[in-house]
Structures are given as structure tokens and as C-alpha cells.
Nanobody, 114 residues
Framework: QVQLVESGGGLVQPGGSLDLSCAVNRRTISLYTMAWYRQAPGQQRELVASVRSGGREDYVDSVKGRFTISRDHSKNTVMLHMESLKPEDTAVYYC????????WGPGTQVTVSS
């Protein structure tokens, strides 16, 4: 069964940046659209960014121009660069395919606060 392990979260001040990483085990990501999702307290999980196997990227409007998703097939890893972070970006961030292809990993907490 596929395993997803996210890392890189933390506490950052508004306007700061973070780099998230997702290691995918037991499934080769090269054929899939991969995505980052987030879930804020009391909110439903939402897809924030995706990248197709050919490289096309899509973003939810609230993160356009601030987040950049990328993938490294040699490392079977998906990354998310986040900058100009806002308090409303606070959430647990998860990676998975789009559509989802396996159980959710533990996620990584991102807290944007002064």
C-alpha cells in the first residue's frame, strides 16, 4: 500500500516562507497528477496545488503567485514552496494524488503567526 510522508512544516511569521516535502513510498508518482491539500481547524480538506505528470501546475486562487508545486521523479518526491505566508494559510498540509490514490499520511503542521 502506498505510503505518504510529509515534512517541512513549522511556525513562521506572516510574510515568511516554508518548503514542504512529501516522500512517496510503494508507488511511482511519474504517471500520476500529484497534489498538496490542506485542512484548517474546523474546515474541510481542500486541494491547494497540483502538478500533472507532464508538469502543468494548477493552484487554488488563494495561493496563486505565492505557492509553487514541483515534483522529482528520481526521488519520488513532491514539494511545495510557500512564500508570503498569511495567517489563513495555517493548516495541516498533506500530499496525495489527484484523485487520491492511497491513505492519507500524517501531514505536516504549518502555523503562520506573529
Amino acid at each position: 500500500q502506498v505510503q505518504l510522508v510529509e515534512s517541512g512544516g513549522g511556525l513562521v511569521q506572516p510574510g515568511g516562507s516554508l518548503d514542504l516535502s512529501c516522500a512517496v513510498n510503494r508507488r511511482t508518482i511519474s504517471l500520476y497528477t500529484m497534489a498538496w491539500y490542506r485542512q484548517a481547524p474546523g474546515q474541510q480538506r481542500e486541494l491547494v496545488a497540483s502538478v500533472r505528470s507532464g508538469g502543468r501546475e494548477d493552484y487554488v486562487d488563494s495561493v496563486k503567485g505565492r505557492f509553487t508545486i514541483s515534483r522529482d521523479h528520481s526521488k519520488n518526491t513532491v514539494m511545495l514552496h510557500m512564500e508570503s505566508l498569511k495567517p489563513e494559510d495555517t493548516a495541516v498540509y498533506y500530499c496525495n494524488a489527484d484523485p487520491v490514490f492511497g491513505p492519507w499520511g500524517p501531514g505536516t503542521q504549518v502555523t503562520v503567526s506573529s
